[in-house]
């Protein structure tokens, strides 16, 4: 591991280590059969805090070019998306609508275009950004999308040919920017002088909170709470002018952003005042963090090998990402779990990295008929106990891994 550093956001060569959780298999090097080397290339993990803006963040950059990109995984089909996609664009409507000018919306990161066709039909002019080649399958189905990384570089052809927008949407795109300064900078240079930028983020008190150890991996570059967020923005001339909450993975901030010359006053400073108080954003306040972490990983074992010697059969559900964080920082192999359901085909057939426990449908899951499902995309809890309960009349129980492990009957 190389000691060198520097701050995504502010460029400080110094940290403060919060968590060090060795090194780790990329968290979607899925692997079809173990002739498959993909999973051995191991990558140091470890959360840090930058002494200078605050900013918790990963230490060591993985080279993008071997990361496979969460994009391959993301579903736009979930009935949690479609209901707050719904609840979003109403909002934002509400918010920001107007019927004498139709108001000119940009979403950074659209992805599939999913969010967007939400924001027209509530009445926006929309343009989404997005690098992934569902920027262009969203252009197929009329959902005008440019393909690129959003930065200043693509600003500067945006504003070519078209105005600057009054509302601009980043969900889940700060934490995931290994460009975070000239993500910033171009949403500065994007947005109109009395527009708003509207960002939704995981928020990193559940993390400390909740022990939500296992939303750390590679992919996912920051962690960001509204200290942090304050100083990024004050260093752009932005302020946040808003702050909410929404139940989306595991609980994420809403904030409102704008320019600092908006006559808006910013109100972020009750926020900041409470992260204060609980040492949000002081490496003093993140002390016991690694030690809570190594106390849930035994306990899980523990529970798991109970489970094991009392000859009962356990599977999980739901191979997302962050799970494979914590299978293989609890190192769980197929000793412990047989197989992990996920509903998802791509995923079906393949093996967990580092612990090699087999992806298998829901079906074929229940049809091992299982004792406990051990659910691994806790932030699905609901939706996963609902599929097994209702769709595949499973009787046995579930385990909740998170914040510390629990059997839970519904
Ligand atoms: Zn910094």
Not at 5 to 15: G, P
Not at 36 to 51: F, G, I, K, Y
Not at 361 to 370: A, G, H, I, T, V
Request: aromatic share 10%.
């Amino acid at each position: 591991m190389t000691d060198s550093f520097k701050c995504l956001a502010c460029n400080h060569e110094k940290y403060h280590m919060v968590l060090d959780m060795g090194d780790v298999p990329l968290a979607n090097a899925f692997i079809k059969d173990l002739s498959d080397t993909a999973d051995q290339n191991r990558e140091p993990l470890s959360l840090v805090m930058c002494p200078e803006c605050d900013l918790l963040q990963i230490k060591d950059e993985v080279d993008r070019t071997k990361l496979f990109s969460n994009y391959l995984w993301m579903t736009s089909t979930s009935a949690g998306a479609k209901a707050h996609a719904e609840k979003l664009s109403t909002r934002l409507w509400e918010k920001f609508g107007s019927d004498e000018k139709q108001p000119f919306l940009v979403e950074v990161a659209s992805n599939d275009g999913f969010f967007l066709e939400h924001y027209r039909d509530v009445g926006f002019d929309i343009l989404g950004v997005d690098p992934s080649n569902f920027a262009q399958e969203a252009n197929d189905r009329g959902v005008p999308s440019i393909r690129d990384f959003f930065g200043v570089k693509v600003v500067d052809k945006i504003l070519e040919t078209r105005e600057k927008p009054e509302v601009m949407v980043a969900r889940n795109v700060l934490g995931h920017s290994s460009e975070l300064q000239d993500l910033i900078a171009g949403m500065k240079k994007l947005l109109a002088p009395e527009g708003t930028l509207v960002l939704e983020l995981p928020y990193a008190y559940m993390l400390r909170a909740e022990l939500q150890y296992d939303t750390i991996f590679h992919e996912h570059l920051s962690y960001l709470t509204v200290g942090s967020l304050h100083n990024l923005f004050k260093r752009f001339g932005l302020k946040i002018t808003d702050v909410d909450f929404v139940h989306m993975n595991g609980g994420s901030l809403l904030c409102e952003v704008k320019h600092e010359e908006n006559e808006t006053p910013a109100n972020d400073h009750s926020m900041r005042a409470f992260e204060e108080f609980i040492g949000l954003n002081s490496i003093e306040g993140w002390r016991s963090f690694t030690k809570d972490v190594n106390k849930q990983r035994r306990d899980l074992v523990a529970l798991l090998e109970k489970l094991k010697s009392d000859g009962k059969k356990v599977v999980s559900y739901g191979a997302a990402a962050k799970y494979m964080t914590m299978l293989n920082y609890c190192d769980i192999k197929t000793d412990l779990i047989s197989a992990c359901g996920d509903a998802n085909d791509r995923k079906q057939g393949l093996l967990c990295p580092g612990v090699h426990i087999p992806v298998v449908s829901p079906k074929e899951l229940m049809d091992m008929d299982p004792d406990y499902v051990l659910i691994g995309a806790w932030n699905f809890k609901t939706e996963i106990i609902n599929l097994l309960r209702n769709d595949y009349g499973f009787k046995g129980e579930f385990i909740m891994p998170l914040p510390y492990p629990e059997i839970i009957s519904d």
